[in-house]
């Protein structure tokens, strides 16, 4: 009898144990971030919105640039608008923090992921996919002589602090046993200020940053980023850590735009492309990519078309990168690793099956 009332009570045990664990898995999936932003009707993203090209704030008040398009994209695949977003500007020190306490939902500022910053045990993110490949970079003037890192030994160099770019400027200083001085700034703009007011000998950030920055320069002509690479700088937006629905439909969101490059299927042609695979019912993976078969969105919470909702509002990733960081653009990086897998380049996006 005490023997048979043991297994009772260890099946009930085991009983209340699977119970509390569905309980949990139902808790967690009715608090996801993107229930809340599907109900808001608006998303809050977080932005730098001082690098042109990425996130830019034009003279006629309106956020531009990779980035923006970014938040726009995940605003369309969301809640069906792209223009329901609220951005927030963000320095590099603040930017975890409002991820973390929620003032906002989602960060696209050009944010490199790392293990630290991924792992529950750093800041605890999910990282969605690369947007943009990049590397840190030296910019000098032309002027001064300066044609490598060995020239700038023992010199003062600005940098922004509470980014990794203030420690992978340490690491490629210290692995060469070049000592240098470290003008730290809290964000780029200032960092830029202290490098025109000649206070460092050069100013180190991402390459497209620099980039970026030189553009508005008065003489941009007068300034060189030096061929050296100081990091690599794989750039992606972020989540809070351990919601998997809203993770899930970031990173769906902008494999999205990779996987309409892929295609063909671009902002001008979306509707066309929809018409043409709703008509003919052998073209299986196209209209389970455009939302007409399959389901897919449906298993991220959200439309089954989400995917035409994106192409419609931004365009694929190709026109995204084109119209801010194009040749035609004011800030022209060329593509280089940002290019499709077939091309060449690290862009590529996982099957929509």
Same mark, same amino acid.
């Given at each position: 009898?005490i023997r048979?009332s043991r297994?009772l009570l260890?099946?009930?045990l085991?009983?209340l144990s699977?119970?509390?664990s569905?309980?949990?898995?139902l808790?967690d999936?009715?608090?996801s971030?993107? %229930? ?11 932005v @730098?919105?001082k690098?042109?090209g990425?996130s830019?704030?034009?003279p006629e008040g309106?956020y531009?640039g990779?980035?923006i398009d970014?938040?726009r994209a995940?605003?369309?695949a ?5 223009e ?5 500007p ?7 923090t ?5 003032e906002? %939902?989602?960060?696209?500022r050009n944010?490199t992921?790392?293990? #630290?910053?991924?792992a529950?045990g750093?800041?605890g993110?999910?990282v969605? =996919?690369?947007v943009?490949?990049d590397?840190?970079g030296?910019l000098?003037p ?6 490598s890192?060995?020239?700038?030994r023992?010199k003062?160099i ?8 203030e420690q ?6 210290? $692995? ?8 730290k700034?809290?964000d780029?703009n ?8 000649g206070?460092c000998?050069a100013?180190t ?7 970026a920055?030189? @553009?508005g320069?008065?003489a941009?002509n007068?300034?060189q980023i030096?061929?050296?690479?100081? #990091?690599?700088?794989?750039l992606a937006?972020?989540v809070v850590?351990?919601d998997?629905?809203? #993770?899930d439909a970031?990173t769906? $969101?902008?494999?999205?735009l990779?996987?309409?490059e892929?295609r063909?299927?671009?902002q001008n042609?979306?509707?066309a ?7 003919d019912?052998s073209?299986?993976?196209l209209?389970?990519f455009l939302?007409?078969d ?5 298993k991220l919470?959200l439309a089954?078309?989400?995917v035409?909702?994106?192409?419609r509002?931004t365009?694929?990733y190709?026109?995204?990168y084109d119209?801010h960081l194009?040749?035609k653009?004011?800030? %022209?990086? =060329?593509?280089? $690793?940002n290019?499709? $897998?077939e091309?060449?380049g690290?862009m590529?996006? =996982?099957?929509?099956t």
């Amino acid at each position: 009898m005490i023997r048979f009332s043991r297994f009772l009570l260890i099946g009930a045990l085991a009983g209340l144990s699977g119970l509390l664990s569905s309980c949990a898995s139902l808790s967690d999936a009715e608090t996801s971030r993107l %229930d809340l932003v599907r109900q808001r009707g608006e998303l809050l993203c977080g932005v @730098s919105g001082k690098i042109p090209g990425f996130s830019f704030l034009s003279p006629e008040g309106r956020y531009t640039g990779l980035d923006i398009d970014i938040c726009r994209a995940m605003a369309a695949a969301f809640v069906g608008d792209s223009e329901s977003v609220q951005y927030r500007p963000l320095t590099a020190p603040e930017r975890f923090t409002a991820l973390r306490s929620g003032e906002i %939902d989602l960060l696209s500022r050009n944010t490199t992921h790392t293990l #630290s910053r991924d792992a529950s045990g750093g800041n605890g993110l999910s990282v969605g =996919p690369v947007v943009f490949h990049d590397g840190q970079g030296l910019l000098v003037p032309t002027a001064s002589g300066v044609r490598s890192m060995d020239d700038l030994r023992g010199k003062p160099i600005c940098v922004g602090s509470g980014t990794t770019t203030e420690q992978n400027l340490n690491d490629a200083f210290s $692995a060469q046993g070049l000592p240098y001085t470290p003008i730290k700034y809290q964000d780029l703009n200032q960092v830029v200020g202290g490098y025109l007011q000649g206070r460092c000998a050069a100013m180190t950030s991402d390459r497209s940053q620099l980039a970026a920055a030189r @553009s508005g320069f008065a003489a941009p002509n007068a300034h060189q980023i030096l061929g050296e690479r100081l #990091s690599k700088e794989p750039l992606a937006p972020a989540v809070v850590g351990g919601d998997q629905r809203m #993770s899930d439909a970031m990173t769906w $969101a902008v494999y999205a735009l990779i996987e309409a490059e892929e295609r063909g299927i671009t902002q001008n042609n979306v509707d066309a492309m929809v018409s043409k695979a709703e008509a003919d019912p052998s073209q299986t993976a196209l209209r389970r990519f455009l939302g007409i078969d399959g389901g897919l969105g449906s298993k991220l919470g959200l439309a089954d078309d989400f995917v035409v909702q994106i192409i419609r509002a931004t365009g694929n990733y190709g026109e995204i990168y084109d119209r801010h960081l194009g040749p035609k653009s004011a800030v %022209d990086i =060329p593509r280089g $690793a940002n290019r499709l $897998a077939e091309d060449g380049g690290l862009m590529i996006a =996982p099957p929509f099956t």
